[in-house]
């Protein structure tokens, strides 16, 4: 069983001087997920090497066993400081794909003609396909062989307006994605802001918010068995 993890390159929070990146939990938990399970991971983002952690998933109040484990663990974090280009990997040397959010994918991946045609490969190939928190947003671009939004009339979530109320940054992000797959036919569904929700709709799976990275990546594994 091989997994593809693709993470953004993009630390920019928009033009608020601060810096963003993918959120640590989303990552971590997956891929000790995956690990465990047995799962061979391949790491790769746009620019490929280091990509950027949000450092504000990786303060005391982020923190979590998964968090915690890659702390302590070297292999974990010369594998993320490696991350192959994301040009190079192609969807037949995998069996699925999982997409880790943080604000930085909404940027960079979002936007990326190779994570588009990677992840349209993908369901083309009839494989699962899972995104967390911000990364569903990258599916805004992502379309089927006839041209029409993929998330359209499927089941879908994403980090929910609400959520992106509550931290502040509505008129930061370049888009919301609760809007995206509302105004592109998505059956979009929301739980409690920051509780566990995972929607899984044939092999497309997506998950809410950071507490659904588990959750989604246990679906991935579900779908895979």
């Known amino acids: 069983m091989k997994i593809l993890m693709v993470l953004t390159s993009h630390d920019a929070l928009g033009s608020t001087g601060e810096k963003t990146g993918f959120w640590l939990e989303e990552f971590a938990a997956p891929y000790y997920a995956f690990l465990d399970a047995g799962a061979e991971v391949t790491l790769a983002s746009p620019k490929g090497g280091q990509p950027p952690i949000d450092p504000k998933s990786d303060a ?119 809007d995206v797959f509302t105004g592109q036919g998505g059956d979009y569904e929301k739980g409690a802001d920051w509780a566990p929700h995972v929607v899984v709709d044939g092999q497309l799976i997506t998950g809410q918010n950071p507490a659904s990275s588990a959750p989604a990546a246990e679906a991935l594994l579900a779908s895979l068995a």
Request: one cysteine or more; glycine letters at 8%; hydrophobic letters at 45%.
């Open 60 to 178: 005391p109040d982020a923190q979590t066993d998964a968090t915690r484990r890659f702390a302590t663990d070297p292999a974990a974090q010369a594998a993320l400081a490696r991350t192959l280009p994301l040009a190079t990997v192609t969807h037949d040397a995998f069996d699925g794909v999982f997409y880790p959010g943080g604000h930085g994918p909404l940027w960079d991946l979002a936007q990326s003609r190779t994570s588009i045609a990677l992840i349209e490969a993908f369901v083309a190939a009839h494989k699962p396909t899972a995104f967390v928190c911000h990364a569903p947003g990258v599916l805004r671009h992502v379309t089927t062989t006839d041209g029409r939004p993929l998330v359209a009339g499927r089941k879908v979530t994403g980090f929910s307006n609400s959520e992106e109320a509550g931290v502040g940054l509505t008129d930061v992000v370049p888009f919301l994605i609760e």
